[in-house]
């Protein structure tokens, strides 16, 4: 992973976002030129501003960096034909995790660890 890996990621989540580059810095409070910088990856971002980026964009630190591995897909595929009965739901589960990598799965240990304690 480099920076301009990095920045295309921040870039791609800013356009999702609805926010325009100079919306974006003002809520970072940074100026238009640092974003600019950083998405083109002329720009090292640090970790506090990367934790920042990742609140106005509603995701951890985690999730973007499995985001910026490519490991996650981030929309989310519902079968037409299936139904949501929970012993569907269930199994598919149980079929998309067995199916997942050692890394990938402690990504998403992480991720659903605050929602089970």
Sequence with gaps: MNNLQIGQLIRSLRK???????????????SQASISRIES???EANY??????????????????L??????DTTIK???????????????????IKNLSEEQKKGLYVLLLPYIR
């Design 48 to 65: 506090a501003l990367l934790s920042e980026i990742c609140e106005q964009v509603g995701l951890t630190l985690s999730s973007f960096f």
């Design 78 to 96: 519902i079968p037409q034909d299936k139904s949501l009965q929970s012993e569907n739901i269930d199994d598919e589960l149980f079929n998309i």
């Design 41 to 43: 990856g002329i720009q």
């Design 67 to 72: 985001l910026l591995e490519n490991k996650v």
């Design 16 to 30: 999702e976002n609805n926010l325009s580059m100079s919306d974006f810095a003002q809520k970072l409070d940074i």
